[in-house]
T-cell receptor, first 112, second 113 residues
Framework: KNEVEQSPQNLTAQEGEFITINCSYSVGISALHWLQQHPGGGIVSLFMLSSGKKKHGRLIATINIQEKHSSLHITASHPRDSAVYIC??????????????FGKGTHLIIQP | KAGVTQTPRYLIKTRGQQVTLSCSPISGHRSVSWYQQTPGQGLQFLFE???????NKGNFPGRFSGRQFSNSRSEMNVSTLELGDSALYLCASSSRGLGEKLFFGSGTQLSVL
Protein backbone atom coordinates (compact mmCIF):
# COMPACT_ATOMS: atom_id res chain seq x y z
CA LYS A 1 0.00 0.00 0.00
CA ASN A 2 1.34 3.41 -0.97
CA GLU A 3 2.06 5.80 1.86
CA VAL A 4 0.18 8.54 -0.02
CA GLU A 5 -3.12 7.74 -1.71
CA GLN A 6 -5.03 10.18 -3.90
CA SER A 7 -8.60 9.96 -5.09
CA PRO A 8 -10.02 10.07 -7.59
CA GLN A 9 -7.32 9.04 -10.08
CA ASN A 10 -9.26 10.64 -12.93
CA LEU A 11 -11.97 13.27 -12.84
CA THR A 12 -13.90 14.87 -15.67
CA ALA A 13 -16.27 17.71 -14.83
CA GLN A 14 -18.15 20.55 -16.48
CA GLU A 15 -17.03 24.14 -16.32
CA GLY A 16 -18.33 25.83 -13.19
CA GLU A 17 -18.49 22.70 -11.05
CA PHE A 18 -17.02 22.49 -7.55
CA ILE A 19 -14.08 20.06 -7.56
CA THR A 20 -12.66 18.09 -4.64
CA ILE A 21 -9.46 16.03 -4.76
CA ASN A 22 -8.51 13.95 -1.75
CA CYS A 23 -5.18 12.86 -0.31
CA SER A 24 -4.74 10.33 2.51
CA TYR A 25 -1.42 9.37 4.02
CA SER A 26 -0.32 6.71 6.48
CA VAL A 27 2.82 8.22 8.02
CA GLY A 28 3.55 11.07 10.38
CA ILE A 29 4.25 14.23 8.46
CA SER A 30 5.63 17.69 9.03
CA ALA A 31 4.24 19.24 5.83
CA LEU A 32 1.97 18.48 2.89
CA HIS A 33 2.27 19.97 -0.58
CA TRP A 34 -0.28 20.31 -3.35
CA LEU A 35 1.29 20.58 -6.78
CA GLN A 36 -0.13 21.25 -10.25
CA GLN A 37 1.34 19.90 -13.49
CA HIS A 38 -0.02 20.86 -16.91
CA PRO A 39 0.55 18.50 -19.87
CA GLY A 40 4.07 19.04 -21.15
CA GLY A 41 4.55 21.70 -18.55
CA GLY A 42 6.48 22.15 -15.37
CA ILE A 43 5.26 21.73 -11.82
CA VAL A 44 3.80 24.60 -9.85
CA SER A 45 3.43 24.53 -6.09
CA LEU A 46 -0.11 25.48 -5.11
CA PHE A 47 -0.01 25.11 -1.34
CA MET A 48 2.18 23.96 1.51
CA LEU A 49 0.20 23.00 4.62
CA SER A 50 1.14 21.88 8.10
CA SER A 51 -2.28 22.54 9.66
CA GLY A 52 -5.67 24.10 9.02
CA LYS A 53 -6.74 25.66 5.76
CA LYS A 54 -5.32 27.90 3.05
CA LYS A 55 -7.05 29.78 0.22
CA HIS A 56 -5.69 31.30 -2.94
CA GLY A 57 -8.14 32.63 -5.46
CA ARG A 58 -10.51 29.81 -6.42
CA LEU A 59 -8.35 27.17 -4.73
CA ILE A 60 -8.76 25.99 -1.14
CA ALA A 61 -6.65 23.39 0.63
CA THR A 62 -7.41 21.81 3.99
CA ILE A 63 -5.59 19.32 6.16
CA ASN A 64 -6.70 17.22 9.13
CA ILE A 65 -3.57 15.98 10.88
CA GLN A 66 -5.45 13.61 13.23
CA GLU A 67 -7.25 11.90 10.34
CA LYS A 68 -4.17 12.01 8.08
CA HIS A 69 -6.19 13.54 5.27
CA SER A 70 -6.05 16.61 3.04
CA SER A 71 -8.39 17.97 0.40
CA LEU A 72 -7.90 20.37 -2.49
CA HIS A 73 -11.03 22.21 -3.65
CA ILE A 74 -11.51 24.20 -6.82
CA THR A 75 -14.51 26.51 -6.93
CA ALA A 76 -16.08 27.67 -10.23
CA SER A 77 -13.83 25.33 -12.21
CA HIS A 78 -12.53 26.45 -15.61
CA PRO A 79 -10.99 24.53 -18.54
CA ARG A 80 -7.60 26.08 -17.69
CA ASP A 81 -7.75 24.13 -14.39
CA SER A 82 -7.28 20.94 -16.42
CA ALA A 83 -4.05 19.45 -15.15
CA VAL A 84 -2.60 16.73 -12.94
CA TYR A 85 -2.81 17.55 -9.23
CA ILE A 86 -0.24 15.86 -7.03
CA CYS A 87 -0.16 15.53 -3.27
CA UNK A 88 3.24 15.16 -1.58
CA UNK A 89 4.09 14.70 2.08
CA UNK A 90 7.25 15.44 3.98
CA UNK A 91 7.62 12.62 6.47
CA UNK A 92 8.71 13.39 9.98
CA UNK A 93 10.89 10.78 11.64
CA UNK A 94 12.77 10.47 14.89
CA UNK A 95 16.00 11.64 13.34
CA UNK A 96 14.46 14.62 11.59
CA UNK A 97 12.34 15.14 8.52
CA UNK A 98 12.80 12.87 5.49
CA UNK A 99 12.34 13.69 1.84
CA UNK A 100 9.04 13.94 -0.02
CA UNK A 101 6.71 11.06 -0.81
CA PHE A 102 4.27 11.62 -3.67
CA GLY A 103 0.80 10.43 -4.54
CA LYS A 104 0.14 9.12 -8.05
CA GLY A 105 -1.75 12.26 -9.01
CA THR A 106 -5.31 13.13 -10.04
CA HIS A 107 -5.90 13.80 -13.73
CA LEU A 108 -8.53 16.56 -13.90
CA ILE A 109 -10.30 17.56 -17.11
CA ILE A 110 -12.74 20.47 -17.10
CA GLN A 111 -14.97 20.53 -20.17
CA PRO A 112 -16.42 23.83 -21.45
CA LYS B 1 13.64 37.41 -10.14
CA ALA B 2 14.79 34.54 -12.37
CA GLY B 3 13.20 31.16 -11.77
CA VAL B 4 14.86 27.79 -11.31
CA THR B 5 16.99 26.94 -14.33
CA GLN B 6 17.80 23.40 -15.38
CA THR B 7 20.22 22.45 -18.12
CA PRO B 8 20.22 20.78 -20.49
CA ARG B 9 16.55 20.56 -21.42
CA TYR B 10 16.95 17.33 -23.35
CA LEU B 11 19.65 14.68 -23.28
CA ILE B 12 20.17 11.42 -25.14
CA LYS B 13 22.68 8.92 -23.82
CA THR B 14 23.47 5.25 -24.32
CA ARG B 15 23.59 2.51 -21.72
CA GLY B 16 26.73 2.50 -19.62
CA GLN B 17 27.47 6.19 -20.08
CA GLN B 18 27.26 8.75 -17.32
CA VAL B 19 25.40 12.04 -17.26
CA THR B 20 25.53 15.28 -15.26
CA LEU B 21 22.51 17.54 -14.91
CA SER B 22 22.61 21.09 -13.60
CA CYS B 23 20.19 23.15 -11.53
CA SER B 24 20.49 26.85 -10.68
CA PRO B 25 18.09 27.81 -7.88
CA ILE B 26 16.30 31.09 -7.36
CA SER B 27 18.70 33.69 -6.01
CA GLY B 28 18.84 33.46 -2.21
CA HIS B 29 17.48 29.93 -2.02
CA ARG B 30 19.78 27.55 -0.18
CA SER B 31 17.85 24.30 -0.55
CA VAL B 32 17.87 22.33 -3.80
CA SER B 33 16.04 19.03 -4.15
CA TRP B 34 15.99 16.58 -7.06
CA TYR B 35 13.21 14.32 -8.35
CA GLN B 36 12.72 11.64 -10.97
CA GLN B 37 9.42 11.44 -12.85
CA THR B 38 8.41 8.45 -14.99
CA PRO B 39 5.02 7.38 -16.37
CA GLY B 40 5.13 4.18 -14.34
CA GLN B 41 6.45 5.34 -10.98
CA GLY B 42 5.34 8.96 -10.99
CA LEU B 43 7.40 11.43 -9.01
CA GLN B 44 10.11 10.10 -6.71
CA PHE B 45 12.42 12.02 -4.40
CA LEU B 46 16.14 11.65 -5.10
CA PHE B 47 17.91 13.93 -2.62
CA GLU B 48 18.02 17.36 -1.04
CA UNK B 49 20.99 19.63 -0.52
CA UNK B 50 21.19 22.58 1.81
CA UNK B 51 24.26 24.79 2.14
CA UNK B 52 26.43 22.25 0.29
CA UNK B 53 25.37 19.34 2.55
CA UNK B 54 23.12 16.44 1.58
CA UNK B 55 20.26 16.57 4.03
CA ASN B 56 17.94 13.83 2.79
CA LYS B 57 18.24 10.96 0.34
CA GLY B 58 15.60 8.84 -1.37
CA ASN B 59 15.72 5.13 -2.18
CA PHE B 60 17.89 5.19 -5.26
CA PRO B 61 21.05 3.21 -5.97
CA GLY B 62 24.48 4.70 -5.42
CA ARG B 63 24.76 5.38 -9.17
CA PHE B 64 22.72 8.49 -8.44
CA SER B 65 24.71 11.19 -6.72
CA GLY B 66 24.67 14.91 -6.36
CA ARG B 67 26.43 17.90 -4.96
CA GLN B 68 25.83 21.54 -4.23
CA PHE B 69 28.26 24.38 -4.68
CA SER B 70 28.84 27.43 -2.50
CA ASN B 71 26.63 29.53 -4.80
CA SER B 72 23.79 26.99 -4.18
CA ARG B 73 23.89 25.67 -7.75
CA SER B 74 23.51 21.92 -7.75
CA GLU B 75 24.43 19.06 -10.03
CA MET B 76 23.26 15.48 -10.08
CA ASN B 77 25.18 12.67 -11.69
CA VAL B 78 24.02 9.28 -12.87
CA SER B 79 26.74 6.78 -13.66
CA THR B 80 26.51 3.56 -15.66
CA LEU B 81 23.19 4.53 -17.19
CA GLU B 82 20.47 1.92 -17.56
CA LEU B 83 17.42 1.98 -19.85
CA GLY B 84 15.23 2.43 -16.78
CA ASP B 85 16.92 5.73 -15.98
CA SER B 86 15.03 7.34 -18.86
CA ALA B 87 12.90 9.94 -17.13
CA LEU B 88 12.20 13.60 -16.54
CA TYR B 89 14.55 14.87 -13.85
CA LEU B 90 13.28 17.88 -11.94
CA CYS B 91 14.89 20.08 -9.38
CA ALA B 92 13.22 22.47 -6.97
CA SER B 93 14.53 25.21 -4.75
CA SER B 94 13.34 26.87 -1.57
CA SER B 95 14.75 29.17 1.07
CA ARG B 96 15.13 26.66 3.87
CA GLY B 97 13.97 23.22 2.76
CA LEU B 98 11.17 20.81 1.97
CA GLY B 99 8.86 22.23 4.62
CA GLU B 100 8.09 25.34 2.65
CA LYS B 101 6.91 26.31 -0.81
CA LEU B 102 8.98 24.74 -3.57
CA PHE B 103 9.83 26.32 -6.90
CA PHE B 104 10.40 23.79 -9.68
CA GLY B 105 12.51 23.98 -12.79
CA SER B 106 11.25 22.81 -16.18
CA GLY B 107 13.25 19.61 -15.94
CA THR B 108 15.74 17.68 -18.01
CA GLN B 109 14.28 14.93 -20.20
CA LEU B 110 16.83 12.10 -20.26
CA SER B 111 16.53 9.31 -22.79
CA VAL B 112 18.81 6.29 -22.44
CA LEU B 113 19.14 4.17 -25.59
Amino acid sequence: KNEVEQSPQNLTAQEGEFITINCSYSVGISALHWLQQHPGGGIVSLFMLSSGKKKHGRLIATINIQEKHSSLHITASHPRDSAVYICAVRRSSGGGADGLTFGKGTHLIIQP
Amino acid sequence: KAGVTQTPRYLIKTRGQQVTLSCSPISGHRSVSWYQQTPGQGLQFLFEYFSETQRNKGNFPGRFSGRQFSNSRSEMNVSTLELGDSALYLCASSSRGLGEKLFFGSGTQLSVL
